[in-house]
């Protein structure tokens, strides 16, 4: 439920040696450094309050306002680019390089042309080289983006605005798997 | 009593618990629970005063017992520890209801715009808004769509994993986004509404009810009011279509078996509908529908409403229909000609048609052989069975198209 950094932990430690690691096991994924600054100091404005309840309720309230990644694997044809004059190609570059600047964008590359891949499989534990990308087809994987946004409407607002998308190629907006470092 | 009660209030639970959990199969389970404890305990102990709240009580309850019973599994702990929690988690509860409880807000847009999301395939959808709105059962929604309940129960797994994985917001789209998500809604419901016509369950019920429920929450999007009306203009025709097993035409449907308190409902909606400016193809076929009801069908009009109706869709079957109404106002010869490069393989409708006009022209001929094309391909008894008499009085009968009665585009 909850994402835990390494400074995020410690706060974790100190706070679960005070008020008890049996039950700050069984609850660490309601907890998180901010929440728990939070969670205290209302706590301590009235006294009555439990901490670890509001901590609960922050956590299901956050998980409404929490931010998601997505990849956006740009798919483009071949045909589209060597139809483009120099003057539109920059034009086109720059439209990119606008999408690479929004503030939801984390990273992305754009990648070499797909005959310039090499495919490795390992059969019977030797190497097998392909000269090529792992699949042959008129759209490629020419490049992606990294973004943090909150859902996937955010995610296809900023999908929408990557030229390939409306000019012959298609854009694929894969949800990173979230992991608890 | 119990069961209108479940009807209304399952799709707002399941929203309101959808909002608090952010997590569908959780959501589902704990208004499954709280509806399963109403039936045992309503009947006993009668009804309480406010059963929206009894069942969101109830369900939340069932939700933290089983939030409270995975982090069991998942963490560890040992049972004994879990009564001193359990004091704990109370201060949970009332805070989680005490902030809710006075007015619990309707989330059932934000649960419909979900399940329509077009990140989701049609049929994904269509089940989405079935089990988690509508409340049926998987089984029912199986039986429904003529597939096996395994089946369905994977469809539907698969919808709430990408659902939730795919970062499916609960949110009434953004007003840039609305008009597209709003398409995929009404085609949810008039696809359902389809199904039901077809012949199949109460589909076409549910789809009247889900656009009743839609025009409550949006009253001022106009297009709702007009597919509104036009299910309710051919519902209103329900049982005077099929008589002894056989689909019968318009022109040759009994009309006291309408029932014209729903097309009383459905002019009035049509009215709301043409009440503002903003056109759309369920608003014209509402039209076009209402127009069939008048005691002296004015042929003239259909012609201008498929017009209308081309301008905002252009498809082969709009220009088949609108074929009919000029079979009318100018002659079969005419209708046949507009209709002769149409792209419809396989569609009986086109052959059928193309039989009453040939009849009509007196090409008994031909009319028989696309007359036998079309009950070949037909993919329902009701279609069979009219298209079979249909061959049978042939030689001297007169009659009109035989699918006029509905006038399908979408």
């Known amino acids: 439920m909850g994402v835990t950094t390494n400074g995020e ?112 499989r390992i059969v019977d534990g030797r190497d097998l080289v392909t000269d090529g990308p792992f699949v042959e087809s008129k759209e490629y994987l020419g490049g992606f983006y990294l973004i943090d946004v909150p859902d996937l409407d955010a995610a296809m607002a900023v999908a929408r605005r990557i030229p390939a998308a409306a000019e012959g190629g298609a854009i694929e907006i894969r949800p990173v798997v979230e992991r608890v470092r | 009593m119990i069961e209108a009660i479940f009807r209304e209030e399952w799709g707002r639970l399941v929203a309101s618990l959808c909002r608090v959990l952010g997590d569908f199969d959780l959501a589902e389970d704990a208004a499954q629970g709280a509806f399963e404890a109403a039936a045992r305990h309503w009947p006993r102990d009668g009804v309480p005063d406010n059963p929206r709240a009894w069942l969101l009580t109830t369900a939340r309850r069932k939700a933290i017992d089983e939030l409270r019973r995975v982090k069991r599994l998942t963490v560890g702990v040992s049972e004994a520890r879990l009564d001193s929690e359990s004091e704990l988690t109370k201060g949970d509860v009332q805070i989680a209801l005490h902030s809710e409880q006075p007015t619990v807000p309707d989330g059932r847009l934000e649960l419909i715009f979900a399940c329509c999301h077009p990140a989701l395939a049609r049929e994904a959808q269509v089940a989405l808004v079935l089990r988690s709105l509508v409340g049926m059962s998987t089984a029912e929604i199986a039986r429904a769509f003529l597939v096996s309940e395994e089946t369905m129960k994977r469809r539907l797994t698969r919808a709430k994993t990408k659902l939730r994985t795919a970062g499916i917001p609960f949110e009434q789209p953004r007003s840039e986004d ?233």
């Open chain 1, 9 to 120: 932990r410690e706060i974790l430690c100190c706070l679960a040696a005070s008020v008890g690691i049996q039950w700050a096991t069984a609850w660490w994924p309601y907890f998180s450094a901010r929440r728990t600054v939070v969670a205290l100091s209302l706590a301590s404005l009235c006294p009555g309050l439990d901490v670890l309840a509001v901590l609960i309720v922050l956590a299901i309230t956050e998980r409404k306002g929490s931010n998601m990644k997505y990849a956006l694997l740009i798919y483009d044809t071949q045909e589209v680019w060597s139809d483009r004059t120099e003057a539109e190609v920059a034009e086109v570059m720059s439209r990119y390089a606008a999408v690479g600047a929004d503030s939801a964008t984390v990273g992305g590359e754009q990648l070499q042309q797909p005959q310039s891949a090499t495919t490795l």
């Open chain 2, 178 to 410: 609305l008009d597209t998500r709003l398409e995929a809604v009404l085609s949810v419901i008039y696809l359902l509404f389809n199904a039901g016509y077809a012949g199949r369950g109460d589909l076409a019920d549910r789809a009247i009810w889900f656009a009743r429920v839609m025009t409550a929450l949006l009253p001022h999007v106009s297009k709702i009011h007009g597919l509104l009306a036009l299910m309710l203009f051919h519902e209103s025709r329900r049982d005077a279509r099929v008589i002894d097993g056989a689909f019968v035409p318009l022109p040759e449907q009994d009309r006291a078996r309408w029932d014209y308190r729903m097309i009383d409902e459905a002019k009035e909606r049509l009215e709301r509908a043409l009440s503002s400016r903003e056109s759309s193809t369920y608003t014209i076929q509402a039209q076009i529908a209402a127009e069939h009801c008048r005691e002296v069908v004015d042929w003239h009009r259909i012609v201008a409403l498929y017009t209308d109706l081309q301008q905002l869709l252009d498809s082969d079957i709009v220009t088949l229909n609108k074929a009919i109404a000029v079979a009318h106002t100018e002659s079969p010869d005419s209708a046949l000609q507009m209709i002769e490069d149409l792209n419809l393989p396989n569609y009986h409708y086109l052959h059928s048609t193309r039989g009453e006009l040939l009849h009509h022209l007196g090409r008994t001929a031909e009319a028989r052989a696309e007359f036998n094309l079309a009950r070949e391909l037909a993919d329902s008894e009701l279609d069979r069975t009219f298209l079979a008499k249909r061959l049978q009085q042939l030689p001297d009968v007169r009659g009109d198209n035989p699918h006029i009665d509905k006038g399908d585009v979408i």
